[in-house]
C-alpha cells in the first residue's frame, strides 16, 4: 500500500482551479512538516507548498504564491493543494511529501495537472 495517495489532478482551462489531495496512510502523520511538489516536463522536480510540522504557518514558491494555498485535516490524514488562477506553467505532475526534506520511500504516484486552452 502507498504511504501517500495524490488524487485531483486533470484538464482545465487557465484562470481555472483545482484542488489536490493527498491521502496519507497510518504510518504517516501529516502533523509533520508537509508539502507540495511538481515535476514538469524536462524539469527538476520542484517543491511549491509547504505547511510546517506541528504549526499553521505556510510557506510557497514565487512562482506560486497568491494563488495556491496548502492545508491539511488531521483528522483525517490529509493534506491539501487549492490551486487557483492557474496558468499553463502550471502543467506538472504534482507530489506530496514530507517538507522540506522529502523521504524517498514516500513519493507516490502524483497526480497530472494539465492547463490549457
Known amino acids: 500500500q502507498a504511504l501517500l495517495t495524490e488524487s485531483g489532478g486533470g484538464w482545465v482551462q487557465p484562470g481555472g482551479s483545482l484542488r489536490l489531495a493527498c491521502a496519507a496512510s497510518?504510518?504517516?502523520?501529516?502533523?509533520?512538516?508537509m508539502g507540495w511538489y511538481r515535476q514538469a516536463p524536462g524539469k527538476e522536480r520542484e517543491l511549491v507548498a509547504r505547511?510546517?510540522?506541528?504549526?499553521?504557518?505556510?510557506s510557497y514558491a514565487d512562482s506560486v504564491k497568491g494563488r495556491f494555498t496548502i492545508s491539511r485535516d488531521i483528522s483525517s490524514n490529509t493534506v491539501y493543494l487549492q490551486m487557483n488562477s492557474l496558468k499553463p506553467e502550471d502543467t506538472a505532475v504534482y507530489y506530496c511529501?514530507?517538507?522540506?526534506?522529502?523521504?524517498?520511500?514516500?513519493w507516490g504516484q502524483g497526480t497530472q495537472v494539465t492547463v490549457s486552452s
Open positions: 497510518k504510518r504517516v502523520s501529516v502533523t509533520s512538516g
Open positions: 511529501n514530507t517538507a522540506p526534506t522529502p523521504r524517498g520511500t514516500y
Open positions: 505547511i510546517l510540522s506541528g504549526r499553521p504557518e505556510t
